[in-house]
């Protein structure tokens, strides 16, 4: 389950994501229709079995650690929370104090996620940041005391002024703090964003000042004992982000709150960006669908294969077959061509990108995309004869058609 919390107390300058700052006068009437939406979806959930939650944002440790665990006490009545569950919450350092962060812990919320995004207090006041990386310190140690065992650390390359010794720094004081998990993602700077006028700026570090910086971190973090699985993910060994793994292998998800997205049953949807919109129409008996579509098994097997490929698990012409029903062969040559050029990897029957091939994924899945659009027009069974076919699916689905949401 994601729960999105779209309030922040301020605006980054590179943020993208449906988030508001200065709304805090509409956050009790968010968080009353947050709770209702999610009792009134107890009947219809008792087929599924909840094994991770993600609190995300916007900011949720602004929000406040006493909305949080209400939420959380919530999903445990209605969701059938596991209770080896993985349980996480994004906090940024200014908004998170030790004794929230015991109480976060206390009621079950394991795992937390820390925006650091850079250890240059000069450049994270420029893109809007309103802590110090001191006060990051101060975060991971609070938490440690706190009893949190699983911290990630958020880190962006690429940032305005930021050098390539700038990032190692950055990388050496984070990896200092001994976190679990990392994720580093390179700026994308989009329109309607703050940022958007540096977008051509020399000011921002190019394409190939990125890929080194992409290139020296996976280098470190191996040599730190993090591990890659996935583009812009790390981890030390069994801390790999349990939610996060689900997206990537096209498993089931359930959304609460504005703007957040689902996929239940082969069926997609989101519910409206508008905090005050989501809040009244719940409260309201009113409909909350931003948008509603069934996945078909052809765009399930395109997404296999742009998802799988994020992480360093791969894909197998096996798992595809199980989708979809469609010759491999052009794809396989393809794919051949890939390891040729250094791109990609293929380990038994699996097959992965490399670094360099990350560095370029969005080319290299768009001709892997368009060439399975080519082949699919030759659907042939790849079952042995008394062989059942199978459907990807991961999770047992209840009976009948579950009518989960107001609008559906």
């Known amino acids: ?47 599924y079995l909840t094994d991770t939650v993600y609190f995300g944002g916007g900011t949720p440790s602004f929000y406040g650690a006493d909305r949080i665990i209400a939420i959380f006490e919530c999903l445990k009545k209605s969701g059938r929370v596991l209770r080896d569950s993985e349980v996480t919450m994004e906090a940024n350092p200014d908004s998170v104090s030790y004794r929230d962060l015991v109480r976060l812990r206390k009621a ?3 795992r937390l996620s820390i925006g650091a995004q850079c250890a240059d207090d000069g450049i994270l006041k420029s893109i809007g940041r309103l802590h110090t990386f001191a006060q990051v310190e101060e975060a991971v140690k609070n938490a440690r005391q706190a009893g949190f065992e699983n911290i990630s650390i958020d880190l962006i390359y690429g940032l305005p002024s930021q050098t390539r010794e700038g990032w190692a720094e950055t990388l050496n004081r984070a990896v200092n703090l001994k ?20 977008k051509d700026s020399p000011f921002i570090p190019d394409d190939d000042v990125q890929a080194d910086m992409y290139l ?8 730190f004992g993090y591990r890659q699985y996935e583009i812009s993910n790390f981890s030390r060994r069994g801390f790999q982000s349990r939610h996060n793994l689900k997206y990537w292998r096209g498993q089931e ?33 009113k409909p909350v669908i931003a948008t509603d579509e069934m996945i078909s098994d052809s765009e399930k097997a395109d997404e296999y294969l742009m998802l799988g490929l994020r992480t360093t698990y791969g ?6 077959y199980r989708i979809f029903p469609c010759k491999f062969d052009m794809l396989r040559e393809l794919l051949q061509s890939y390891v040729k050029n250094g791109w990609m990897v293929k380990s038994e029957d699996r097959w992965s990108f490399t670094p360099q091939g990350f560095l ?49």
Not at 315 to 320: L, N, Q
């Open 1 to 47: 389950m994601y729960i999105h919390i779209p309030f922040c107390a301020s605006k980054c300058a590179y943020c993208d994501f449906y988030s508001r700052a200065g709304c805090e006068d509409k956050i009790p009437d968010y968080q009353k229709a947050l709770l209702r939406h999610i009792r009134e979806c107890s009947p219809q959930l008792e087929g």
């Open 108 to 110: 079950g919320i394991n």
């Open 179 to 198: 976190p679990e998990h990392l994720s580093c993602y390179g700026l994308k700077i989009e329109e309607g964003t703050p940022l958007y006028m540096f």
């Open 216 to 223: 020296y971190t996976v280098d470190a973090l191996e040599r």
């Open 253 to 285: 998800y359930l959304g609460f709150g504005a703007a957040a997205h689902s996929y239940i049953n082969s069926r997609r949807f989101s519910f409206i960006s508008d905090i005050s919109g989501y809040s009244r129409n719940i409260m309201e008996n």
């Open 315 to 320: 894909i197998s012409e096996a798992e595809y």
């Open 360 to 408: 370029i994924s969005n080319t290299l899945i768009g001709n892997i995309l368009e060439t399975q659009t080519r082949q699919k027009t030759s659907i042939v069974s790849p079952w042995k004869e008394g062989q059942p076919g199978y459907q990807y699916t991961m999770f047992t689905k209840p009976e009948g058609d579950a009518q989960l949401f107001h609008g559906i």
